[in-house]
């Protein structure tokens, strides 16, 4: 008869709760048939004996039996929970839609700001908040008068005294595979960045084809234009500035050596120390303007 035996851990399914328990035989083991057995546990113990009893194995196959059916009831406690969580989530739902619904959100064409028209999918993306993380759709819009790349809304859901919300513009892209994207012609470009009487044709041919998208974007290139005409000519100016200013300290320098000032002030030599007792923020750069 073998001295050796085994005792299966019925909590924890790690295989460290095997233990080896010598002196007793296999055979010795009385088990619970209730008792659930962790599969790493069975691994573990089969794997450390070479040879089980007959008996020990019905006990084993008995114990994952108990484990597989507190598991379900496990996973059917938790599938319960987690439907009367959705539930109570669908009945939240369902009455917030109902006191929505209960709202007057028929269109109150009276109270929509003059000069205000229907939407009508020129700007699909613009949408109003309402409170309560929800929104709805910009069903009356108007552009801005004095920024073409903004535009205006309302729902037309709460009469005279709903706040009017801004939108930015910008330009769809076809959703046509007979067209594909390619970079911009020159002679466009150069309409884009051309005289004011060539860009103020161009502007009104976009606003005759009808999309605010397009021709919020001609206007915002066109701005950015601007501005970086404006930014280089600043940066020439200062650039021209700056040249001056060097040719003014060459000459200065050119009347010190004249002058023999170091010589006349040899005696301060010993105090400097190279670059040291150089101005902190003198730098070797140049500010080199763009081609634009």
Request: with cysteine; glycine share 6%.
């Amino acid at each position: 008869m073998s001295d050796h035996s085994l005792n299966y851990s019925i909590m924890s399914p790690c295989p460290d709760s095997v233990e080896i328990v010598v002196d007793t035989h296999p055979s010795a083991a009385i088990f619970n048939d209730n008792a659930p057995m962790s599969p790493n546990t069975v691994l573990a113990t089969l794997a450390a004996h070479d040879e089980v009893p007959t008996e020990s194995l019905r006990e084993i196959i008995t114990g994952l039996i108990t484990t597989i059916k507190l598991r379900k009831l496990a996973w059917e406690a938790d599938c319960t929970a987690m439907r009367a969580r959705i539930n109570h989530a669908e009945d939240h739902l369902e009455s917030a839609m109902e006191a929505r619904e209960e709202q007057d959100f028929d269109f109150d064409e009276a109270g929509v700001p003059t000069d205000f028209i229907h939407n009508n999918n020129r700007v699909p993306s613009f949408q109003i908040p309402i409170g309560e993380g929800l929104s709805l759709p910009a069903e009356f819009v108007k552009r801005d008068e004095d920024n073409r790349t903004k535009v205006w809304g309302v729902t037309g859901h709460f009469g005279k005294g709903e706040p009017v919300y801004a939108h930015e513009l910008f330009a769809r892209p076809v959703e046509d595979p007979s067209f594909p994207t390619e970079p911009m012609r020159p002679w466009f470009l150069c309409l884009l960045q051309g005289s004011t009487a060539s860009y103020t044709h161009l502007r009104e041919a976009a606003d005759e084809l009808g999309d605010w998208g397009l021709a919020a974007d001609i206007a915002r290139f066109r701005q950015c234009e601007d501005q970086l005409r404006e930014l280089n000519t600043t940066i020439h100016s200062l650039c021209a500035e700056a040249d001056l200013t060097e040719t003014l300290q060459d000459a200065c320098c050119i009347r010190l050596g004249a002058a023999n000032a170091h010589g006349r002030l040899a005696r301060l030599e010993s105090i400097c120390h190279g670059k040291d007792c150089r101005f902190p923020i003198r730098g070797d750069f140049t500010i080199r303007p763009t081609s634009y």
